[in-house]
C-alpha cells in the first residue's frame, strides 16, 4: 500500500523557518517525482513545489527565493526548507508522488500544519 508521510510542521512567526520532510514507502518502489502542494482554509490546494529524478525543480511564484525543495540521500525522501514565512503561507501541507510507471495521478499524505503568525 502506498504511504507519504509528512512531519515537521507547527507553529513559527513571520520570518521564521520551518523544515518539512516527507517519507513515502514501500521501499520497493521508486517515487522519481515528488512534490509538495498546500491548502488554506477557504482556498483549493495549490503547488508549492515539485522536484524530479534529475533534481530538476518547478516552484510556485511565491516559493521562489524563499522555499526550497530537496531529495534526501535515504530512497523516496523529499523535504521542503520554508524561510522567511508570511501568514499567508499558513495552512496545511500535503507531500505527493507516485511510484514510477503508476500513471498520473499522485498520491498525497495526510498532511502537516503550518501556521505563521504576525
Known amino acids: 500500500q502506498v504511504q507519504l508521510v509528512e512531519s515537521g510542521g507547527g507553529l513559527v512567526q513571520a520570518g521564521g523557518s520551518l523544515r518539512l520532510s516527507c517519507v513515502a514507502s514501500p521501499s520497493i518502489y521508486s517515487f522519481n517525482t515528488m512534490g509538495w502542494y498546500r491548502q488554506a482554509p477557504g482556498k483549493q490546494r495549490e503547488l508549492v513545489a515539485r522536484i524530479t529524478t534529475g533534481a530538476n525543480t518547478v516552484y510556485a511564484d511565491f516559493a521562489k527565493g524563499r522555499f526550497n525543495i530537496s531529495k534526501g540521500r535515504v530512497k523516496n525522501t523529499v523535504f521542503l526548507q520554508m524561510n522567511s514565512l508570511k501568514p499567508e503561507d499558513t495552512g496545511v501541507y500535503y507531500c505527493?508522488?507516485?511510484?514510477?510507471?503508476?500513471?498520473?495521478?499522485?498520491?498525497y499524505g495526510q498532511g502537516t500544519q503550518v501556521t505563521v503568525s504576525s
Open positions: 505527493a508522488g507516485r511510484p514510477a510507471g503508476w500513471g498520473t495521478d499522485d498520491y
